[in-house]
């Protein structure tokens, strides 16, 4: 009778702790992350011409053509600026980092040997990459930036 009832006792025992075994497994296992996965971001792009040369020149810098891409959206702007403007910049703009992918590339008729052209994207206020060409005749740049490797 003895064996009867510590046998009962085992198996009471061992299906209560299975119980809480279960229970404690399941509320690890379904915890939530504190941290959002994607989050939005402040954005803006930015094209510059740099004459150089000798300032009597009469020769302009020419921003013939800007594209922007955010994600898979392209926008392409022909002549975005009057001849002579040296620079032009997108508005600010929210951009949610699941679009994971800004591009920005420009196209310019540079006047002398020393003239430059820059391009710039900035993300929460700060110069996210920038790049710049130098030299004369049609000349072309090209930057692009990830959320991925923020």
């Known amino acids: 009778m003895k064996h009867f009832y510590t046998s009962k006792s085992l ?3 061992s299906f209560l702790f299975l119980f809480v075994l279960s ?4 509320s690890t296992s379904c915890k939530e992350d504190d941290e959002e996965e994607f989050t939005d971001h402040l ?5 510059k011409g740099l004459k150089g040369g000798a300032p009597a020149g ?3 810098v020419v921003i013939k053509t800007i594209v922007t891409q955010v994600g898979t959206s392209q926008d392409t702007k022909f002549d975005p600026v009057q001849p002579g403007v040296l620079s032009w910049q997108s508005e ?3 951009v949610n980092s ?3 992918q800004l591009n ?4 310019a008729i540079l006047p002398n040997s020393d003239s430059e052209l820059s391009v710039t994207i900035l993300v929460d ?3 996210a990459v920038t790049k710049k060409v130098v030299g004369s005749g049609n000349k072309n740049v090209s930057v692009d930036f990830s959320f991925l490797e923020l």
């Open 58 to 60: 009469t020769e302009k």
């Open 43 to 47: 954005v803006q792009f930015q094209v």
């Open 98 to 100: 699941s679009q994971a």
């Open 104 to 107: 920005l590339d420009a196209n």
């Open 125 to 127: 206020g700060e110069v």
């Open 92 to 94: 600010e703009f929210f």
């Open 11 to 13: 198996l009471k025992f």
């Open 23 to 26: 229970v404690f497994s399941l």
